[in-house]
């Protein structure tokens, strides 16, 4: 049997105003595609199959579109839970219009932990959709994880795969997940993880591998400017009773690139990126200036344009919080004639120095404040 694991799809998803729905629409031909190349016998969805609980009606269609796909063109069985982001009623709702096309959803925790567990091709499976903590404490007491224990065991008779949205063990994000906690459980240690064969997780969006046989599928598509690394997905293999896991990068869509640039630089440094990618690639541009320059906005996204790049996202970064602290410290170190000096000649910078009549009455009116008698 061959597996295959994805997760955090976000359909529905926008960057800036910019819609996603091309580069989801790539991925998902490409997996069916995937699928049939690499003979895949289930498909493993961990969660975020959707970026709001309320998708628009364009990211449903997508996904229901894709389904279809896989019920005609293939045999394959898909496993999907829902993640944060999503509506585990929602997804949950077409259920049993979906098992008939070999589609089996877990959109929400149930109380008896036996229905989060099924059979399938000699591997006990087990699924647990993201979770919040009176879902897991119905009774508003007890230890989460110890409940959460409960639900994960299971004698073992055969190979046991998890599939799980939530934070497991040391991870890494991209910086676009919600990584706040509603479950209560921080992230769950591995080592209550490790008895599974293999551990299926969605939440990360940066591909990782948590432990031996624990991964972050991550997501298809980078979902900011920010997330660099290749995208994936895992196939697994089973073969008799042990099961491995193996890499399959996904081609990216449309690159998103920063280009971080300077006063100098930038128009050798626009011209000299190449990015080249199915869909239009997209840049943000981070640029060190002095002062504000005008028309620079427009000149540098002509110059990307003739280099086939959108430009999303302009961030003039001005010279610099930094050097004025630096300045302000140095202020503070001189006397008050230095100051009077460093005064003038930022008042007149073709001067050599201040001429000496004014520094003689500089001097003067020094002298006369600090002998005033006190006024208080
Ligand atoms: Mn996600």
Known sequence: MRILHTS???LGK????????QEHILFLNWLVETIIKEKIDLLLIAGDVFDSPN???EALELFYHFLHRLSVETKIHTFVIAGNHDSGPLLEAPSQLLLPHRVKIW??????PENHWFEFEGVDFCAIPFFRSHELLPQGHGDLLTALTSYLEKP???PQVLMLHHLAGKFESAGSEQVISLSGVDSIPTDILEKFDYVALGHIHKPQKVATKIYYSGSPIPLRFSETIKKSV???EKENET???KILPIPSFRDLKIISTNEADYKKDLMNISLLSPLKPMAEVQIELSSPMAGLIDEVKSILDKQGVELLSFIPVYLSEERKINRTEKLFNLSTVELFDAFYKTKYPEAEKVPDHLKNEFLRLMDKVKNAP???
């Open 107 to 112: 959109g929400k925790l149930s109380s008896n």
């Open 234 to 236: 895992v196939i697994i």
């Open 243 to 245: 099961l491995t896991p």
């Open 374 to 376: 006190s006024e208080a």
């Open 8 to 10: 955090d799809w976000h």
């Open 156 to 158: 073992k008779s055969r």
């Open 14 to 21: 926008k960057l800036f105003k910019i819609e996603r729905t």
């Open 55 to 57: 998708p628009p009606h």
